[in-house]
């Protein structure tokens, strides 16, 4: 594998790049080139900013926004270059003259640039401008006389004889040549401070280029291949019926959705005012209708809300079912919980809710029952599976239906508030105060506030530790 | 001896060629449902009109890229982690900084807040996970009761709480997702499949369940049994590298984001891709997605800088949001779902809405 090929395969993003270039250059529907004019001297094969946002527009059918953003990427990673103000690699959509780059400069095939090219290419220009480089061309330079000052001398030369095959060029050429070249510098040896294209993420051990490092060996694929078979004989869902289930998920939930269906009173983002969350804080006296109505969703959406749970409680009390609640609860502890309490809680849990005359005791069927009995034995987090799942079912397909149609929810209902729409300020310059909140961090297990507490609504400078 | 050796190739080799062949039968099988395509299905559904979303905060104070950041519960704080090291704690809603941790690595890749909003966890090129509980008493350094939970044998991409503050789901560079109690440091569970790297992973919302997705390098999606390490579905559809996974709400499908430049929807009871989010202008990798609160809306953010919007039933792209001046790293919907937060390479986070 070349090189390059190596180097497109490690960033997809370039062989796209490369792509678009060559159709931005193909003789039918590329862009129309022409001859541009550069103070006295006539450079051909060039096009300008606003040809290049044009034929974007098309190619794409996209705004002019979104358009210079692209074309600005391919002029910062030096596919295309300025011919007017060379230093500054921005794609300006005007009559700014711009030229292609050249595939021998181009990322993916002149990839790394070496230190010894950046020390010719130096070393030219500081013979071409008599040791007036500017500043970080100045410290590299000197940096790198340093560092390879054994090949010093093959620098020099080959900076010579690059220049002199150089002045043998016509004007045009040479200011070409010139272009491109300082174009490939200024994406791959910014200035500081500027952006960095080149700049990438720690490295990835990709397949392709590692296959030797990771161990695709025998285990590997025994591994593929049993997770296949599994996969064979797993029942599958038609897609029409899968894509329904989004269809009507998206109905329910989309005028809960802030982004999509806003949210009353305001967003407070938006805004800047909180009564939105204060409203739907996690235990409120009266929630609002959304939230009440969300219940009836799902059970799990009963489930997941503080509120919606507490109200499920105070329904299944009067059902005299309340312990599977209490049991599903206490199992939820075990399931999430510390790995050096789990004998405790298995045992807590048998004590309340599975010992025969517990005050508690959970009615499951009992085969599930025997199962548990069994596997407390030798407790571990997952013992409780069979029995909590037992019990959700039972509240969801029995005690949750009841629950959507007692007098309890419809209360509920009724009394939810809608909370009016405050509009967008008027002055929007004359900002809400924003107030801080008390961090969930100094809140006591019971949700109350710590009692001693700084006052957190001025900006605290915050030290940095380490 | 020598023969010994060439019996192990062949069986690699064949091994290699009856795992290919049995993927190649399985698409068939997949294939065989798929009766219907997500948008024609979506016809019905009303279009989606003019779509404005403005940066609403700016959070300066990261001296270097952005890498990960998290929603805390109480929907406006956040944590953010850096490449120089820095851990950050904001409430976001005023921009102000509550607490700050240097890492002794570089690259912390990965930030997640407990669900008790009372710690956070952090890792990157340390190989490790570690836990801070937050505390505001000044004369603690928050760095002295610093817990090392994971250790992995290489970096950690991603880290996740699960349903409490006890446990924690992480990913490696090592190619394995891993599952551990926070207080003793006990490894709960490992999951081997993936054939490279593992860089994100997503639990899955469901109340009943216990199963999570990662995606990696090696293109794969994989669907995990947290229970018994077991791999229970896997979708290899993308090009390249799967940056970011994240599941849909209603826990029915998850989707994706690669270094191939697209976004996809795989559905776990097709067991199958349902739809793929691309745009031949949307050239460079997205690194990061998240649903909106209905899972209409998919925000992707992508290595060129922008933040692309899809309708997830439709197919097609709502809107592109510019501001940051380089990669969107990291990009979370709050847990309200009333906003969403991108983090970047050029120092900022911005919350939008």
């Given at each position: 594998m070349t090189i390059a090929a190596l180097r497109r395969l490690q960033m997809p993003g370039l062989a796209k790049m490369e792509r678009v270039i060559v159709s931005m250059q193909d003789p039918d529907m590329g862009i129309k080139m022409r001859n541009q004019r550069l103070l006295i001297t006539v450079i051909p094969h060039a096009m300008t900013g606003n040809d290049i946002v044009e034929w974007l527009i098309q190619k794409y059918a996209i705004s002019e926004e979104e358009s210079l953003h692209l074309g600005n990427l391919l002029v910062k990673h030096g596919y295309i270059y300025p011919l007017k103000d060379p230093r500054s690699l921005v794609l300006r959509a005007d009559d700014s003259p711009y030229r292609f780059q050249t595939p021998y400069f181009w990322t993916s095939s002149k990839w790394p640039a070496t230190e010894l090219d950046y020390a010719i290419y130096l070393a030219k220009k500081n013979i071409r401008k008599q040791g007036d480089l500017i500043d970080h061309e100045k410290d590299n330079y000197n940096l790198l006389h340093k560092r390879i000052n054994h090949t010093w001398d093959f620098v020099v030369m080959q900076a010579r004889e690059q220049l002199r095959a150089a002045k043998q060029r016509r004007k045009g050429d040479r200011i070409v040549i010139d272009c491109q070249e300082q174009a490939y510098w200024l994406v791959n040896r910014p200035p500081p401070g500027a952006l960095n294209v080149m700049e990438h993420g720690p490295e990835r051990r990709n397949c392709h280029i590692s296959r030797v490092q990771l161990p695709e060996n025998t285990d590997y694929y025994k591994r593929e291949i049993e997770c296949c078979r599994k996969a064979m004989g797993r029942t599958r869902v038609k897609s029409s019926i899968c894509l329904e289930g989004y269809i009507k998920f998206n109905e329910q939930y989309v005028p809960h959705d802030p982004i999509m269906s806003g949210c009353l009173p305001s967003n407070p983002w938006i805004t800047d005012d909180t009564t939105y969350w204060a409203m739907n804080a996690p235990t409120v006296t009266t929630p609002t209708k959304l939230r009440v109505e969300r219940w009836g969703f799902s059970f799990s959406e009963l489930l997941g809300d503080t509120l919606g749970r507490r109200q499920l409680l105070e329904f299944l009390k009067k059902e005299f079912s309340a312990e599977?609640?209490?049991?599903?609860?206490a199992c939820e502890e075990l399931r999430y919980g510390e790995q050096v309490r789990i004998a405790d809680i298995v045992d807590s849990i048998y004590q309340q809710f599975l010992a025969p005359g517990a005050t508690r005791w959970v009615n499951i069927d009992s085969k599930t029952m025997e199962r548990t009995l069994e596997g407390i034995k030798t407790p571990h987090r997952y013992v409780m599976d069979d029995a909590q799942m037992h019990i959700y079912m039972l509240m969801k397909k029995d005690s949750y239906p009841r629950f959507l149609k007692s007098e309890l929810y419809r209360n509920l209902l009724a009394e939810a508030v809608v909370p009016p729409e405050t509009k967008k300020r008027v002055f929007p310059f004359m900002r809400k105060q924003r107030h801080s909140s008390p961090s969930p961090a100094l809140l006591l297990p019971t949700g109350e506030p710590e009692a001693k507490v700084e006052d957190q609504s001025k900006a605290v400078a915050v030290p940095m530790e380490s | 001896m020598a023969t010994e050796g060439l019996h192990e190739n062949e069986t690699l080799a064949s091994l290699k060629s009856e795992a290919e062949s049995l993927k190649g039968r399985l698409e068939e099988e997949r294939a065989k449902l798929h009766d219907v395509e997500l948008h024609q299905v979506a016809e019905r559904v009303e279009a989606l009109g003019q779509f404005v979303m403005k940066t609403r905060r700016t959070l300066k104070g990261h001296g270097n890229k952005v890498l990960c950041m998290d929603w805390c519960k109480d929907k406006r704080r956040i944590v953010s982690s850096s490449q120089d090291g820095k851990v950050i704690v904001w409430d976001s809603f005023t921009t102000n900084k509550e607490h700050a941790v240097t890492m002794p690595c570089t690259w912390v890749m990965a930030c997640a807040y407990a669900p008790s909003g009372c710690a956070i966890a952090c890792g990157g090129l340390d190989n490790k996970c570690s836990v801070y509980p937050l505390t505001f008493d000044k004369n603690e350094n928050m760095a002295a009761k610093k817990k090392s939970v994971a250790m992995h044998t290489?970096?950690?991409?991603?880290?996740?709480?699960?349903?409490?503050?006890?446990?924690?789901?992480?990913?490696?560079?090592?190619?394995?997702?891993?599952?551990?109690?926070?207080?003793?440091?006990?490894?709960?569970?490992?999951?081997?499949?993936?054939?490279?790297?593992?860089?994100?992973?997503?639990?899955?919302?469901s109340e009943t369940g216990n199963t999570f997705v990662s995606g990696g390098c090696d293109k794969k999606a994989m669907v995990w049994d947290m229970r018994s390490g077991q791999c229970i579905q896997s979708f290899e559809t993308h090009e390249s590298d799967i940056n970011s996974v994240r599941y849909y709400p209603s826990g029915d499908a998850f989707a994706s984001g690669s270094d191939d430049a697209t976004c996809r929807l795989y559905d776990l009871r097709a067991d199958r891709e349902v739809a793929i989010y691309s745009k031949e202008s949307i050239i460079f990798g997205a690194s990061s997605v998240d649903f909106s609160l209905s899972g209409r809306l998919l925000f992707g953010g992508y290595n060129d800088y922008t933040i692309n919007v899809w309708d997830v039933l439709k197919g097609s792209r709502v809107s592109i949001l510019f501001g940051h001046e380089n990669r969107v790293s990291t990009l979370r919907v709050s847990p309200d779902g009333t906003a969403f937060c991108s983090g970047s390479w050029d120092h900022t986070l911005r919350v939008w809405a």
């Open positions: 599977n609640l209490s049991f599903w609860e | 290489n970096y950690l991409s991603a880290c996740s709480f699960t349903n409490s503050d006890m446990q924690i789901l992480t990913a490696s560079g090592d190619g394995t997702c891993a599952l551990w109690d926070v207080e003793s440091g006990q490894l709960l569970q490992s999951f081997h499949g993936h054939g490279a790297d593992v860089l994100c992973l997503d639990l899955a919302p």
